[in-house]
């Protein structure tokens, strides 16, 4: 299948460096071609390509929108801002004394460089600026980006617009059908613990849930935010040996990466993960 715009925007552009700097920068992109981890976010037929840190961080971005009841525009512009400022990475360096997914800056007020090297509080402090907003929920994404950056290029956030409503369709649940999203990781280098992910699913979807085990079961209590919570999990799953993903009669498994019709367990909205 050709790949869209949006797909080839995401894929890193291999760069032959001068100096020691580029020469690691070109190893870690050739790096990341070349394996074959890759998430596949599709809808709308755009197809967006990341890599499975970029895929997490988009996912906590997206999740952090869920927890906050906001529509899923908020998550756009945070997704479309920050593949402009970061392309996903959560960056410990920046022009001046700019860090983190979206290049926020200490001496701007956005908080000390810990707390905007969180992924979740970087993603809530960008939505607190943005709700701030006249009319964000209604105005054109890069004016409104524009607004909470104040970047010195603002024109550049309309350029990652369209990848930022993909990701955002199907992050934030809108899609729900599983066919929109492939996930294909790497195992991880240890052992994964239901209990971590629990935690970071409270931390950044505001789901509490029920750990036996390996299993994690969530009940977010309406179909959309359980595919929010399934498509979370999925992103999440090299970081934190996440095996499968089950909701609403489909399953995500990390050994093929895709996702298949299982019978229907549970409740209607249950999210079961099974970890390791």
């Not at 390509?49 to 970029?54: G, N, S, V, Y």
């Not at 007020?109 to 970087?122: C, F």
């Not at 709700?131 to 607004?147: H, L, M, P, S, Y």
């Not at 489909?250 to 999210?271: K, M, Q």
């Amino acid at each position: 299948m050709t790949r869209s715009r949006a797909s080839r925007l995401m894929v890193p552009v291999l760069v032959v460096g001068l100096t020691a700097t580029g020469a690691v920068l070109g190893t870690r992109w050739a790096a990341a071609e070349l394996s074959p981890s890759r998430c596949v976010f599709t809808a709308a037929g755009e197809e967006v390509r990341l890599t499975p840190e970029q895929a997490a961080n988009a996912g906590t971005i997206a999740a952090v929108s869920v927890q906050r009841g906001l529509p899923p525009r908020a998550a756009t512009i945070a997704l479309a801002t920050a593949i402009q400022e970061s392309k996903l990475r959560n960056l410990r360096y920046g022009d001046a004394d700019s860090q983190g997914l979206f290049q926020q800056r200490p001496s701007q007020g956005w908080g000390s460089v810990e707390q905007i090297t969180d992924p979740v509080y970087a993603s809530n402090a960008f939505y607190d600026a943005l709700v701030q907003v006249e009319g964000w929920d209604q105005g054109v994404v890069t004016e409104v980006a524009q607004e909470v950056q104040r970047s010195a290029f603002p024109e550049a956030y309309a350029d990652h617009e369209q990848e930022g409503r993909v990701l955002a369709s199907i992050l934030t649940g809108q899609e729900g059908t599983g066919t929109d999203l492939t996930c294909r990781v790497a195992d991880g280098t240890q052992a994964g613990s239901a209990q971590a992910l629990a935690d970071k699913a409270l931390a950044q979807l505001g789901m509490p849930a029920q750990v036996d085990g390996q299993t994690v079961v969530l009940d977010p209590g309406d179909a959309r935010r359980a595919w929010a919570a399934a498509t979370w999990a999925v992103t999440h799953a090299q970081a934190e040996d996440v095996g499968s993903v089950r909701v609403q009669g489909r399953a995500w498994d990390r050994r093929s990466g895709e996702w298949s019709d299982v019978d229907a367990e549970g409740a209607p909205t249950t999210v079961v993960v099974e970890v390791g």
